[in-house]
């Protein structure tokens, strides 16, 4: 009995096996697929497909680091990202004889070059905040100890990016059953837009210790009530950035053995991390008074030398051939 279960098992193998239409996919030369199935050598293999277009939807959470609103005052709302990209993919291949011909097998190397752009929004707020400057020097070069009041601060960044993908992946197209790749490369990114939101007030005084006086309401000292905070926010944003990129993902290819159909299309699910290797800010001068935790008229998130670190996961569609 189990060897007659063993002998179904091998022949449906077999059957399954030969129904796959081979084209230009077999390891010596060219097969003519209008061949009936049984006279398929057993032989034959399917060869990992040399080029494909990958068409690529992702979906980001950024962080922005070493900014000032990582200060325990401001509060921070999860970023959001989004990213579409089109990538050209090709497989290693290397040469080898088998049976006096020489032919062509994958390796499990492939490199990557695509074209894309991305989407990346961040926001900081917070409802009160206080600090005070002692033995600050004013425009008179008068020492004074200046006192800050913030109200209802927040803060929106939105960047766009034209970014073109490099990098190598680690793995093969299985185009009749599901594999797994590893990717690691760069990216270089294009700022093409920015969009800034900002709005708070504050009201500032000076305490002249000297003269036992408190001056409110002088705009040549800086000296406010219920002023805006922002206007026409400074910010430093980098045009150009490189950033490194890791990811892993699963390939579920659209293949069918009953309708002998090798995959074209393949599915992608994937996840990994994106960081910017360069800053998309450089660090500015303190504004209005020197020193402060909260920058006025500055964008506090972009106002430092600041990077983004991203975890992300993606979706996307190969076409193989």
Known sequence: MKHLVCILVFLC???MYAQIEVGN???SGKVDTTRSIQNISLKSRVKVPVNAMVFNFGYQVPWITNAPTKANFWN?????????????????QKKTIEKDEIISLPTSLAFGIGIGISFIQKTSYFENFAETLTNYVDKDNDLCNVMLNYKDVKESVSLTYLDIPLYLEIGKL???????????????????GKRFTTEGTYTATGYYPKEEVTLHNIPVLGYYTNA????????????????GMA??????????????????????????????LTPISKAMNDAYFRGTEFRLNQVNMLSNTSRIFAARVSVGVVYCW
């Open 25 to 27: 996919n077999l390891v």
């Open 247 to 276: 990811s892993v993902g699963v390939n579920i290819p659209f293949s069918s053995f009953e309708k002998n159909r090798i995959a074209k299309w393949i599915l992608r699910l994937s996840a990994g991390v994106d960081y910017s």
């Open 13 to 15: 193998s077999v059957t």
């Open 228 to 243: 805006k905070c922002y206007d026409s926010p400074e910010q430093s944003v980098a045009p150009f950035v490189l950033w």
């Open 76 to 92: 921070n709302k999860v970023g959001v990202g989004v990213d579409f990209s089109i990538d050209y993919r090709r497989q290693f």
């Open 174 to 192: 299985g185009r009749i059953k599901p594999s797994v790749c590893f990717k690691l490369g760069v990216k270089a990114s294009v700022l093409v």
